[in-house]
Structure formats: structure tokens, C-alpha cells
């Protein structure tokens, strides 16, 4: 009924629970709360008596969670970062005006450094740590408030929003150019890619109508920049940036064998971008919720 509030279980039942959950045996969980097996035990039959709901299948060495548990462990883990942030917030005067960002370092150079000043004129004396990873970190352990990272918008434990898309280019080398004709040629080649999508060459070639091609080999590379040093340098053909391929075109450095826009009409799921993806706990911060708004209300222009 409306204005009736379930009442909560013992936080001690609901903290020997998510340790249980990250342990995956209760001595596992009593080694980390230090206290025994068995008050692990009576703390979880204790949980499973107020929500009238089995959340482990005991077995031999190991204990197994129901559904039920795996549901409510997303919620305790949530809450449980809630805490933490809270308390790091009101008992660390140095955190106050802090907001520790990380961010692809692609989007820092290209969007992010000319823009940084007017989030200042925002927020004027804000603490601003900025750090460039070409992957998400952890933000509980390493301290980071909010990241901005490339990918295709698969963080389904953050909130996360497209802040712009990252359109690709197919390039290679003037040399390599005069071989490349049609579609099919490209599989002759090395296939150059970034480690952080592995499939991204087979959702283009799937793109051009090529559905389950062999290629002759293929190169990763951890950053966007590294990739596109070796296009430039002959090591195979690349899907760059349109910004950067552009330019590279323009002085000679690169060639579009297919044309620049063959890739224009590829489905927006399949086109990477750059994300800003914050823990919803995060965003109860002023700091960072005034970030948050600010980086999503800018424009961000990814074709040039």
C-alpha cells in the first residue's frame, strides 16, 4: 500500500551477505569480517528468515547464491557504495572540491583540454584531477569520480551517456592503396584495430557485404595514436578517427582506398564513441553532477 515502508533487514545481516556474495564461502566472508564460519551462518539464516527467501544452496565446500541473492547483491553493492562515497565525502575536507576525472586519452586531446576552462568558470576553485587511460578504472579503489572512455556503451554497472560518436575511416598507405580496389581486397592485407573492440573490423567488413570473410592477418593496438602511426607507416590498413584521417589525407600520408564516406551509412550501434560513465552514486556530489551536466550539454563535432 502507498506510504508503507518495507523495513529493512539488520545492516550487519546485509553487510555478512555481500561479503559472502564477493568471498563465495562463508569462512571466506569470516576471514574478512573477522568472525567465524558459524556467525556467518547465523547472520545469513538470520537474512533468509526476514525476507522469507532462500539465498544460498548449501554444498560440500562451497556455497552457491539463488537467483534471488545474485538480484539483491547488485542493490547491497550499490548501497554499500553509497555509504563509502558519503562517508569519504563529509570526512575528508580535501574531497569537498575535488573531482578526480579519467578519460580516454583521445577525447582529452581532442574535445576535452579546450573546453576544461569553462567548467572552471562553473565551478570557480574546483580541485580538478585529471588523469588518461584508454580503460575504465576502478573507481572505488583508485578514487575516480567519473570517466569518459570509448567503447560502444556497454558499462551496464554505471550510468552512462554518448557524448559523441567516433566515426572511422578505412586508410592505409599511398603503396598499399594501388592494391585495394573493392571490398574483398581488404582481406589481403593485415587488418589493423584497437585492443578495445577486437570486433570492430568484422562489424565493417559485415558492413560491406562480406559476411564471414578470412583475412590474412591482423595487428591490436592499446591507443588510437599507436594505431595510426602504423597505417601511416605502411603496416597494414587501419580504421582512423575521420578527424585525424582527414588530415592525414589531405597531406598525403594516407589514402581512403574505398572513399571517405563507404563507412557513413554503417548502423549507429555499430559506430564507437566516446561515453561519460559515472557510478550513480557519484552523482549526488555537486562537483561531479555539475560536470556531468556540463560535459553533456557541450557540442561536440565528430565529423569534419
Same mark, same amino acid.
Given at each position: 500500500m502507498?506510504?508503507?515502508?518495507?523495513?529493512?533487514?539488520?545492516?550487519?545481516?546485509?553487510?555478512?551477505?555481500?561479503?559472502?556474495?564477493?568471498?563465495?564461502?562463508f569462512?571466506?566472508?569470516?576471514?574478512?569480517?573477522l568472525?567465524?564460519?558459524?556467525?556467518?551462518?547465523?547472520?545469513?539464516?538470520?537474512?533468509?528468515?526476514?525476507?522469507?527467501?532462500?539465498?544460498?544452496?548449501?554444498?560440500?565446500?562451497?556455497?552457491?547464491?539463488?537467483?534471488?541473492?545474485?538480484?539483491l547483491?547488485?542493490?547491497?553493492?550499490?548501497?554499500?557504495?553509497?555509504?563509502?562515497?558519503?562517508?569519504?565525502?563529509?570526512?575528508?575536507?580535501?574531497?569537498?572540491?575535488?573531482?578526480?576525472?579519467?578519460?580516454?586519452?583521445?577525447?582529452?586531446?581532442?574535445?576535452?583540454?579546450?573546453?576544461?576552462?569553462?567548467?572552471?568558470?562553473?565551478?570557480?576553485?574546483?580541485?580538478?584531477?585529471?588523469?588518461?587511460?584508454?580503460?575504465?578504472?576502478?573507481?572505488?579503489?583508485?578514487?575516480?569520480?567519473?570517466?569518459?572512455?570509448?567503447?560502444?556503451?556497454?558499462?551496464?554497472?554505471?550510468?552512462?551517456?554518448?557524448?559523441?560518436? %567516433?566515426? *572511422?575511416?578505412?586508410?592505409?598507405?599511398?603503396? /598499399?592503396?594501388? =592494391? #585495394?580496389?573493392?571490398?574483398? +581486397?581488404?582481406?589481403?592485407?593485415?587488418?589493423?584495430?584497437?585492443?578495445?573492440?577486437?570486433?570492430?573490423?568484422?562489424?565493417?567488413?559485415h558492413?560491406?557485404?562480406?559476411?564471414?570473410?578470412?583475412?590474412?592477418?591482423?595487428?591490436?593496438?592499446?591507443?588510437?595514436?599507436?594505431?595510426?602511426?602504423?597505417?601511416?607507416?605502411?603496416?597494414?590498413?587501419?580504421?582512423?578517427?575521420?578527424?585525424?584521417?582527414?588530415a %592525414?589525407? *589531405?597531406?598525403?600520408?594516407?589514402?581512403?582506398? /574505398?572513399?571517405? =564516406? #563507404?563507412?557513413?551509412?554503417? +548502423?549507429?550501434?555499430?559506430?564507437?564513441g566516446?561515453?561519460?560513465?559515472?557510478?550513480?552514486?557519484?552523482?549526488?556530489?555537486?562537483?561531479?553532477?555539475?560536470?556531468?551536466?556540463?560535459?553533456?550539454?557541450?557540442?561536440?563535432?565528430?565529423?569534419?
Amino acid at each position: 500500500m502507498a506510504g508503507q515502508h518495507t523495513r529493512l533487514p539488520p545492516l550487519n545481516a546485509l553487510r555478512t551477505f555481500w561479503a559472502v556474495m564477493r568471498q563465495g564461502t562463508f569462512r571466506g566472508a569470516a576471514d574478512e569480517l573477522l568472525v567465524t564460519p558459524q556467525a556467518v551462518s547465523q547472520q545469513i539464516k538470520l537474512l533468509e528468515d526476514i525476507l522469507h527467501v532462500p539465498l544460498f544452496e548449501r554444498k560440500a565446500r562451497v556455497v552457491e547464491p539463488t537467483e534471488q541473492a545474485i538480484v539483491l547483491s547488485h542493490f547491497i553493492e550499490a548501497g554499500f557504495d553509497e555509504f563509502t562515497e558519503g562517508v569519504r565525502r563529509i570526512t575528508n575536507s580535501t574531497y569537498r572540491n575535488r573531482i578526480n576525472i579519467n578519460v580516454s586519452p583521445y577525447f582529452a586531446t581532442r574535445f576535452l583540454m579546450e573546453r576544461l576552462e569553462r567548467f572552471r568558470e562553473l565551478m570557480p576553485g574546483a580541485d580538478i584531477r585529471l588523469t588518461t587511460m584508454v580503460s575504465i578504472r576502478d573507481f572505488a579503489a583508485e578514487e575516480v569520480d567519473v570517466s569518459i572512455q570509448w567503447g560502444f556503451g556497454a558499462w551496464k554497472d554505471y550510468d552512462s551517456r554518448l557524448l559523441v560518436h %567516433d566515426p *572511422k575511416i578505412i586508410c592505409c598507405a599511398p603503396d /598499399l592503396a594501388k =592494391e #585495394i580496389k573493392t571490398s574483398e +581486397d581488404l582481406t589481403k592485407f593485415t587488418l589493423l584495430h584497437p585492443v578495445m573492440a577486437r570486433n570492430l573490423w568484422h562489424k565493417v567488413l559485415h558492413h560491406l557485404g562480406l559476411k564471414a570473410p578470412e583475412i590474412a592477418g591482423e595487428i591490436e593496438f592499446q591507443d588510437a595514436a599507436t594505431m595510426r602511426r602504423g597505417t601511416t607507416s605502411g603496416l597494414g590498413v587501419g580504421l582512423v578517427s575521420r578527424h585525424d584521417a582527414l588530415a %592525414d589525407i *589531405k597531406e598525403g600520408k594516407l589514402v581512403a582506398p /574505398l572513399g571517405t =564516406e #563507404i563507412l557513413q551509412d554503417m +548502423d549507429p550501434a555499430d559506430v564507437p564513441g566516446f561515453y561519460l560513465v559515472v557510478p550513480r552514486a557519484h552523482k549526488r556530489v555537486k562537483i561531479i553532477s555539475t560536470f556531468c551536466d556540463w560535459i553533456s550539454s557541450e557540442t561536440f563535432v565528430d565529423q569534419d
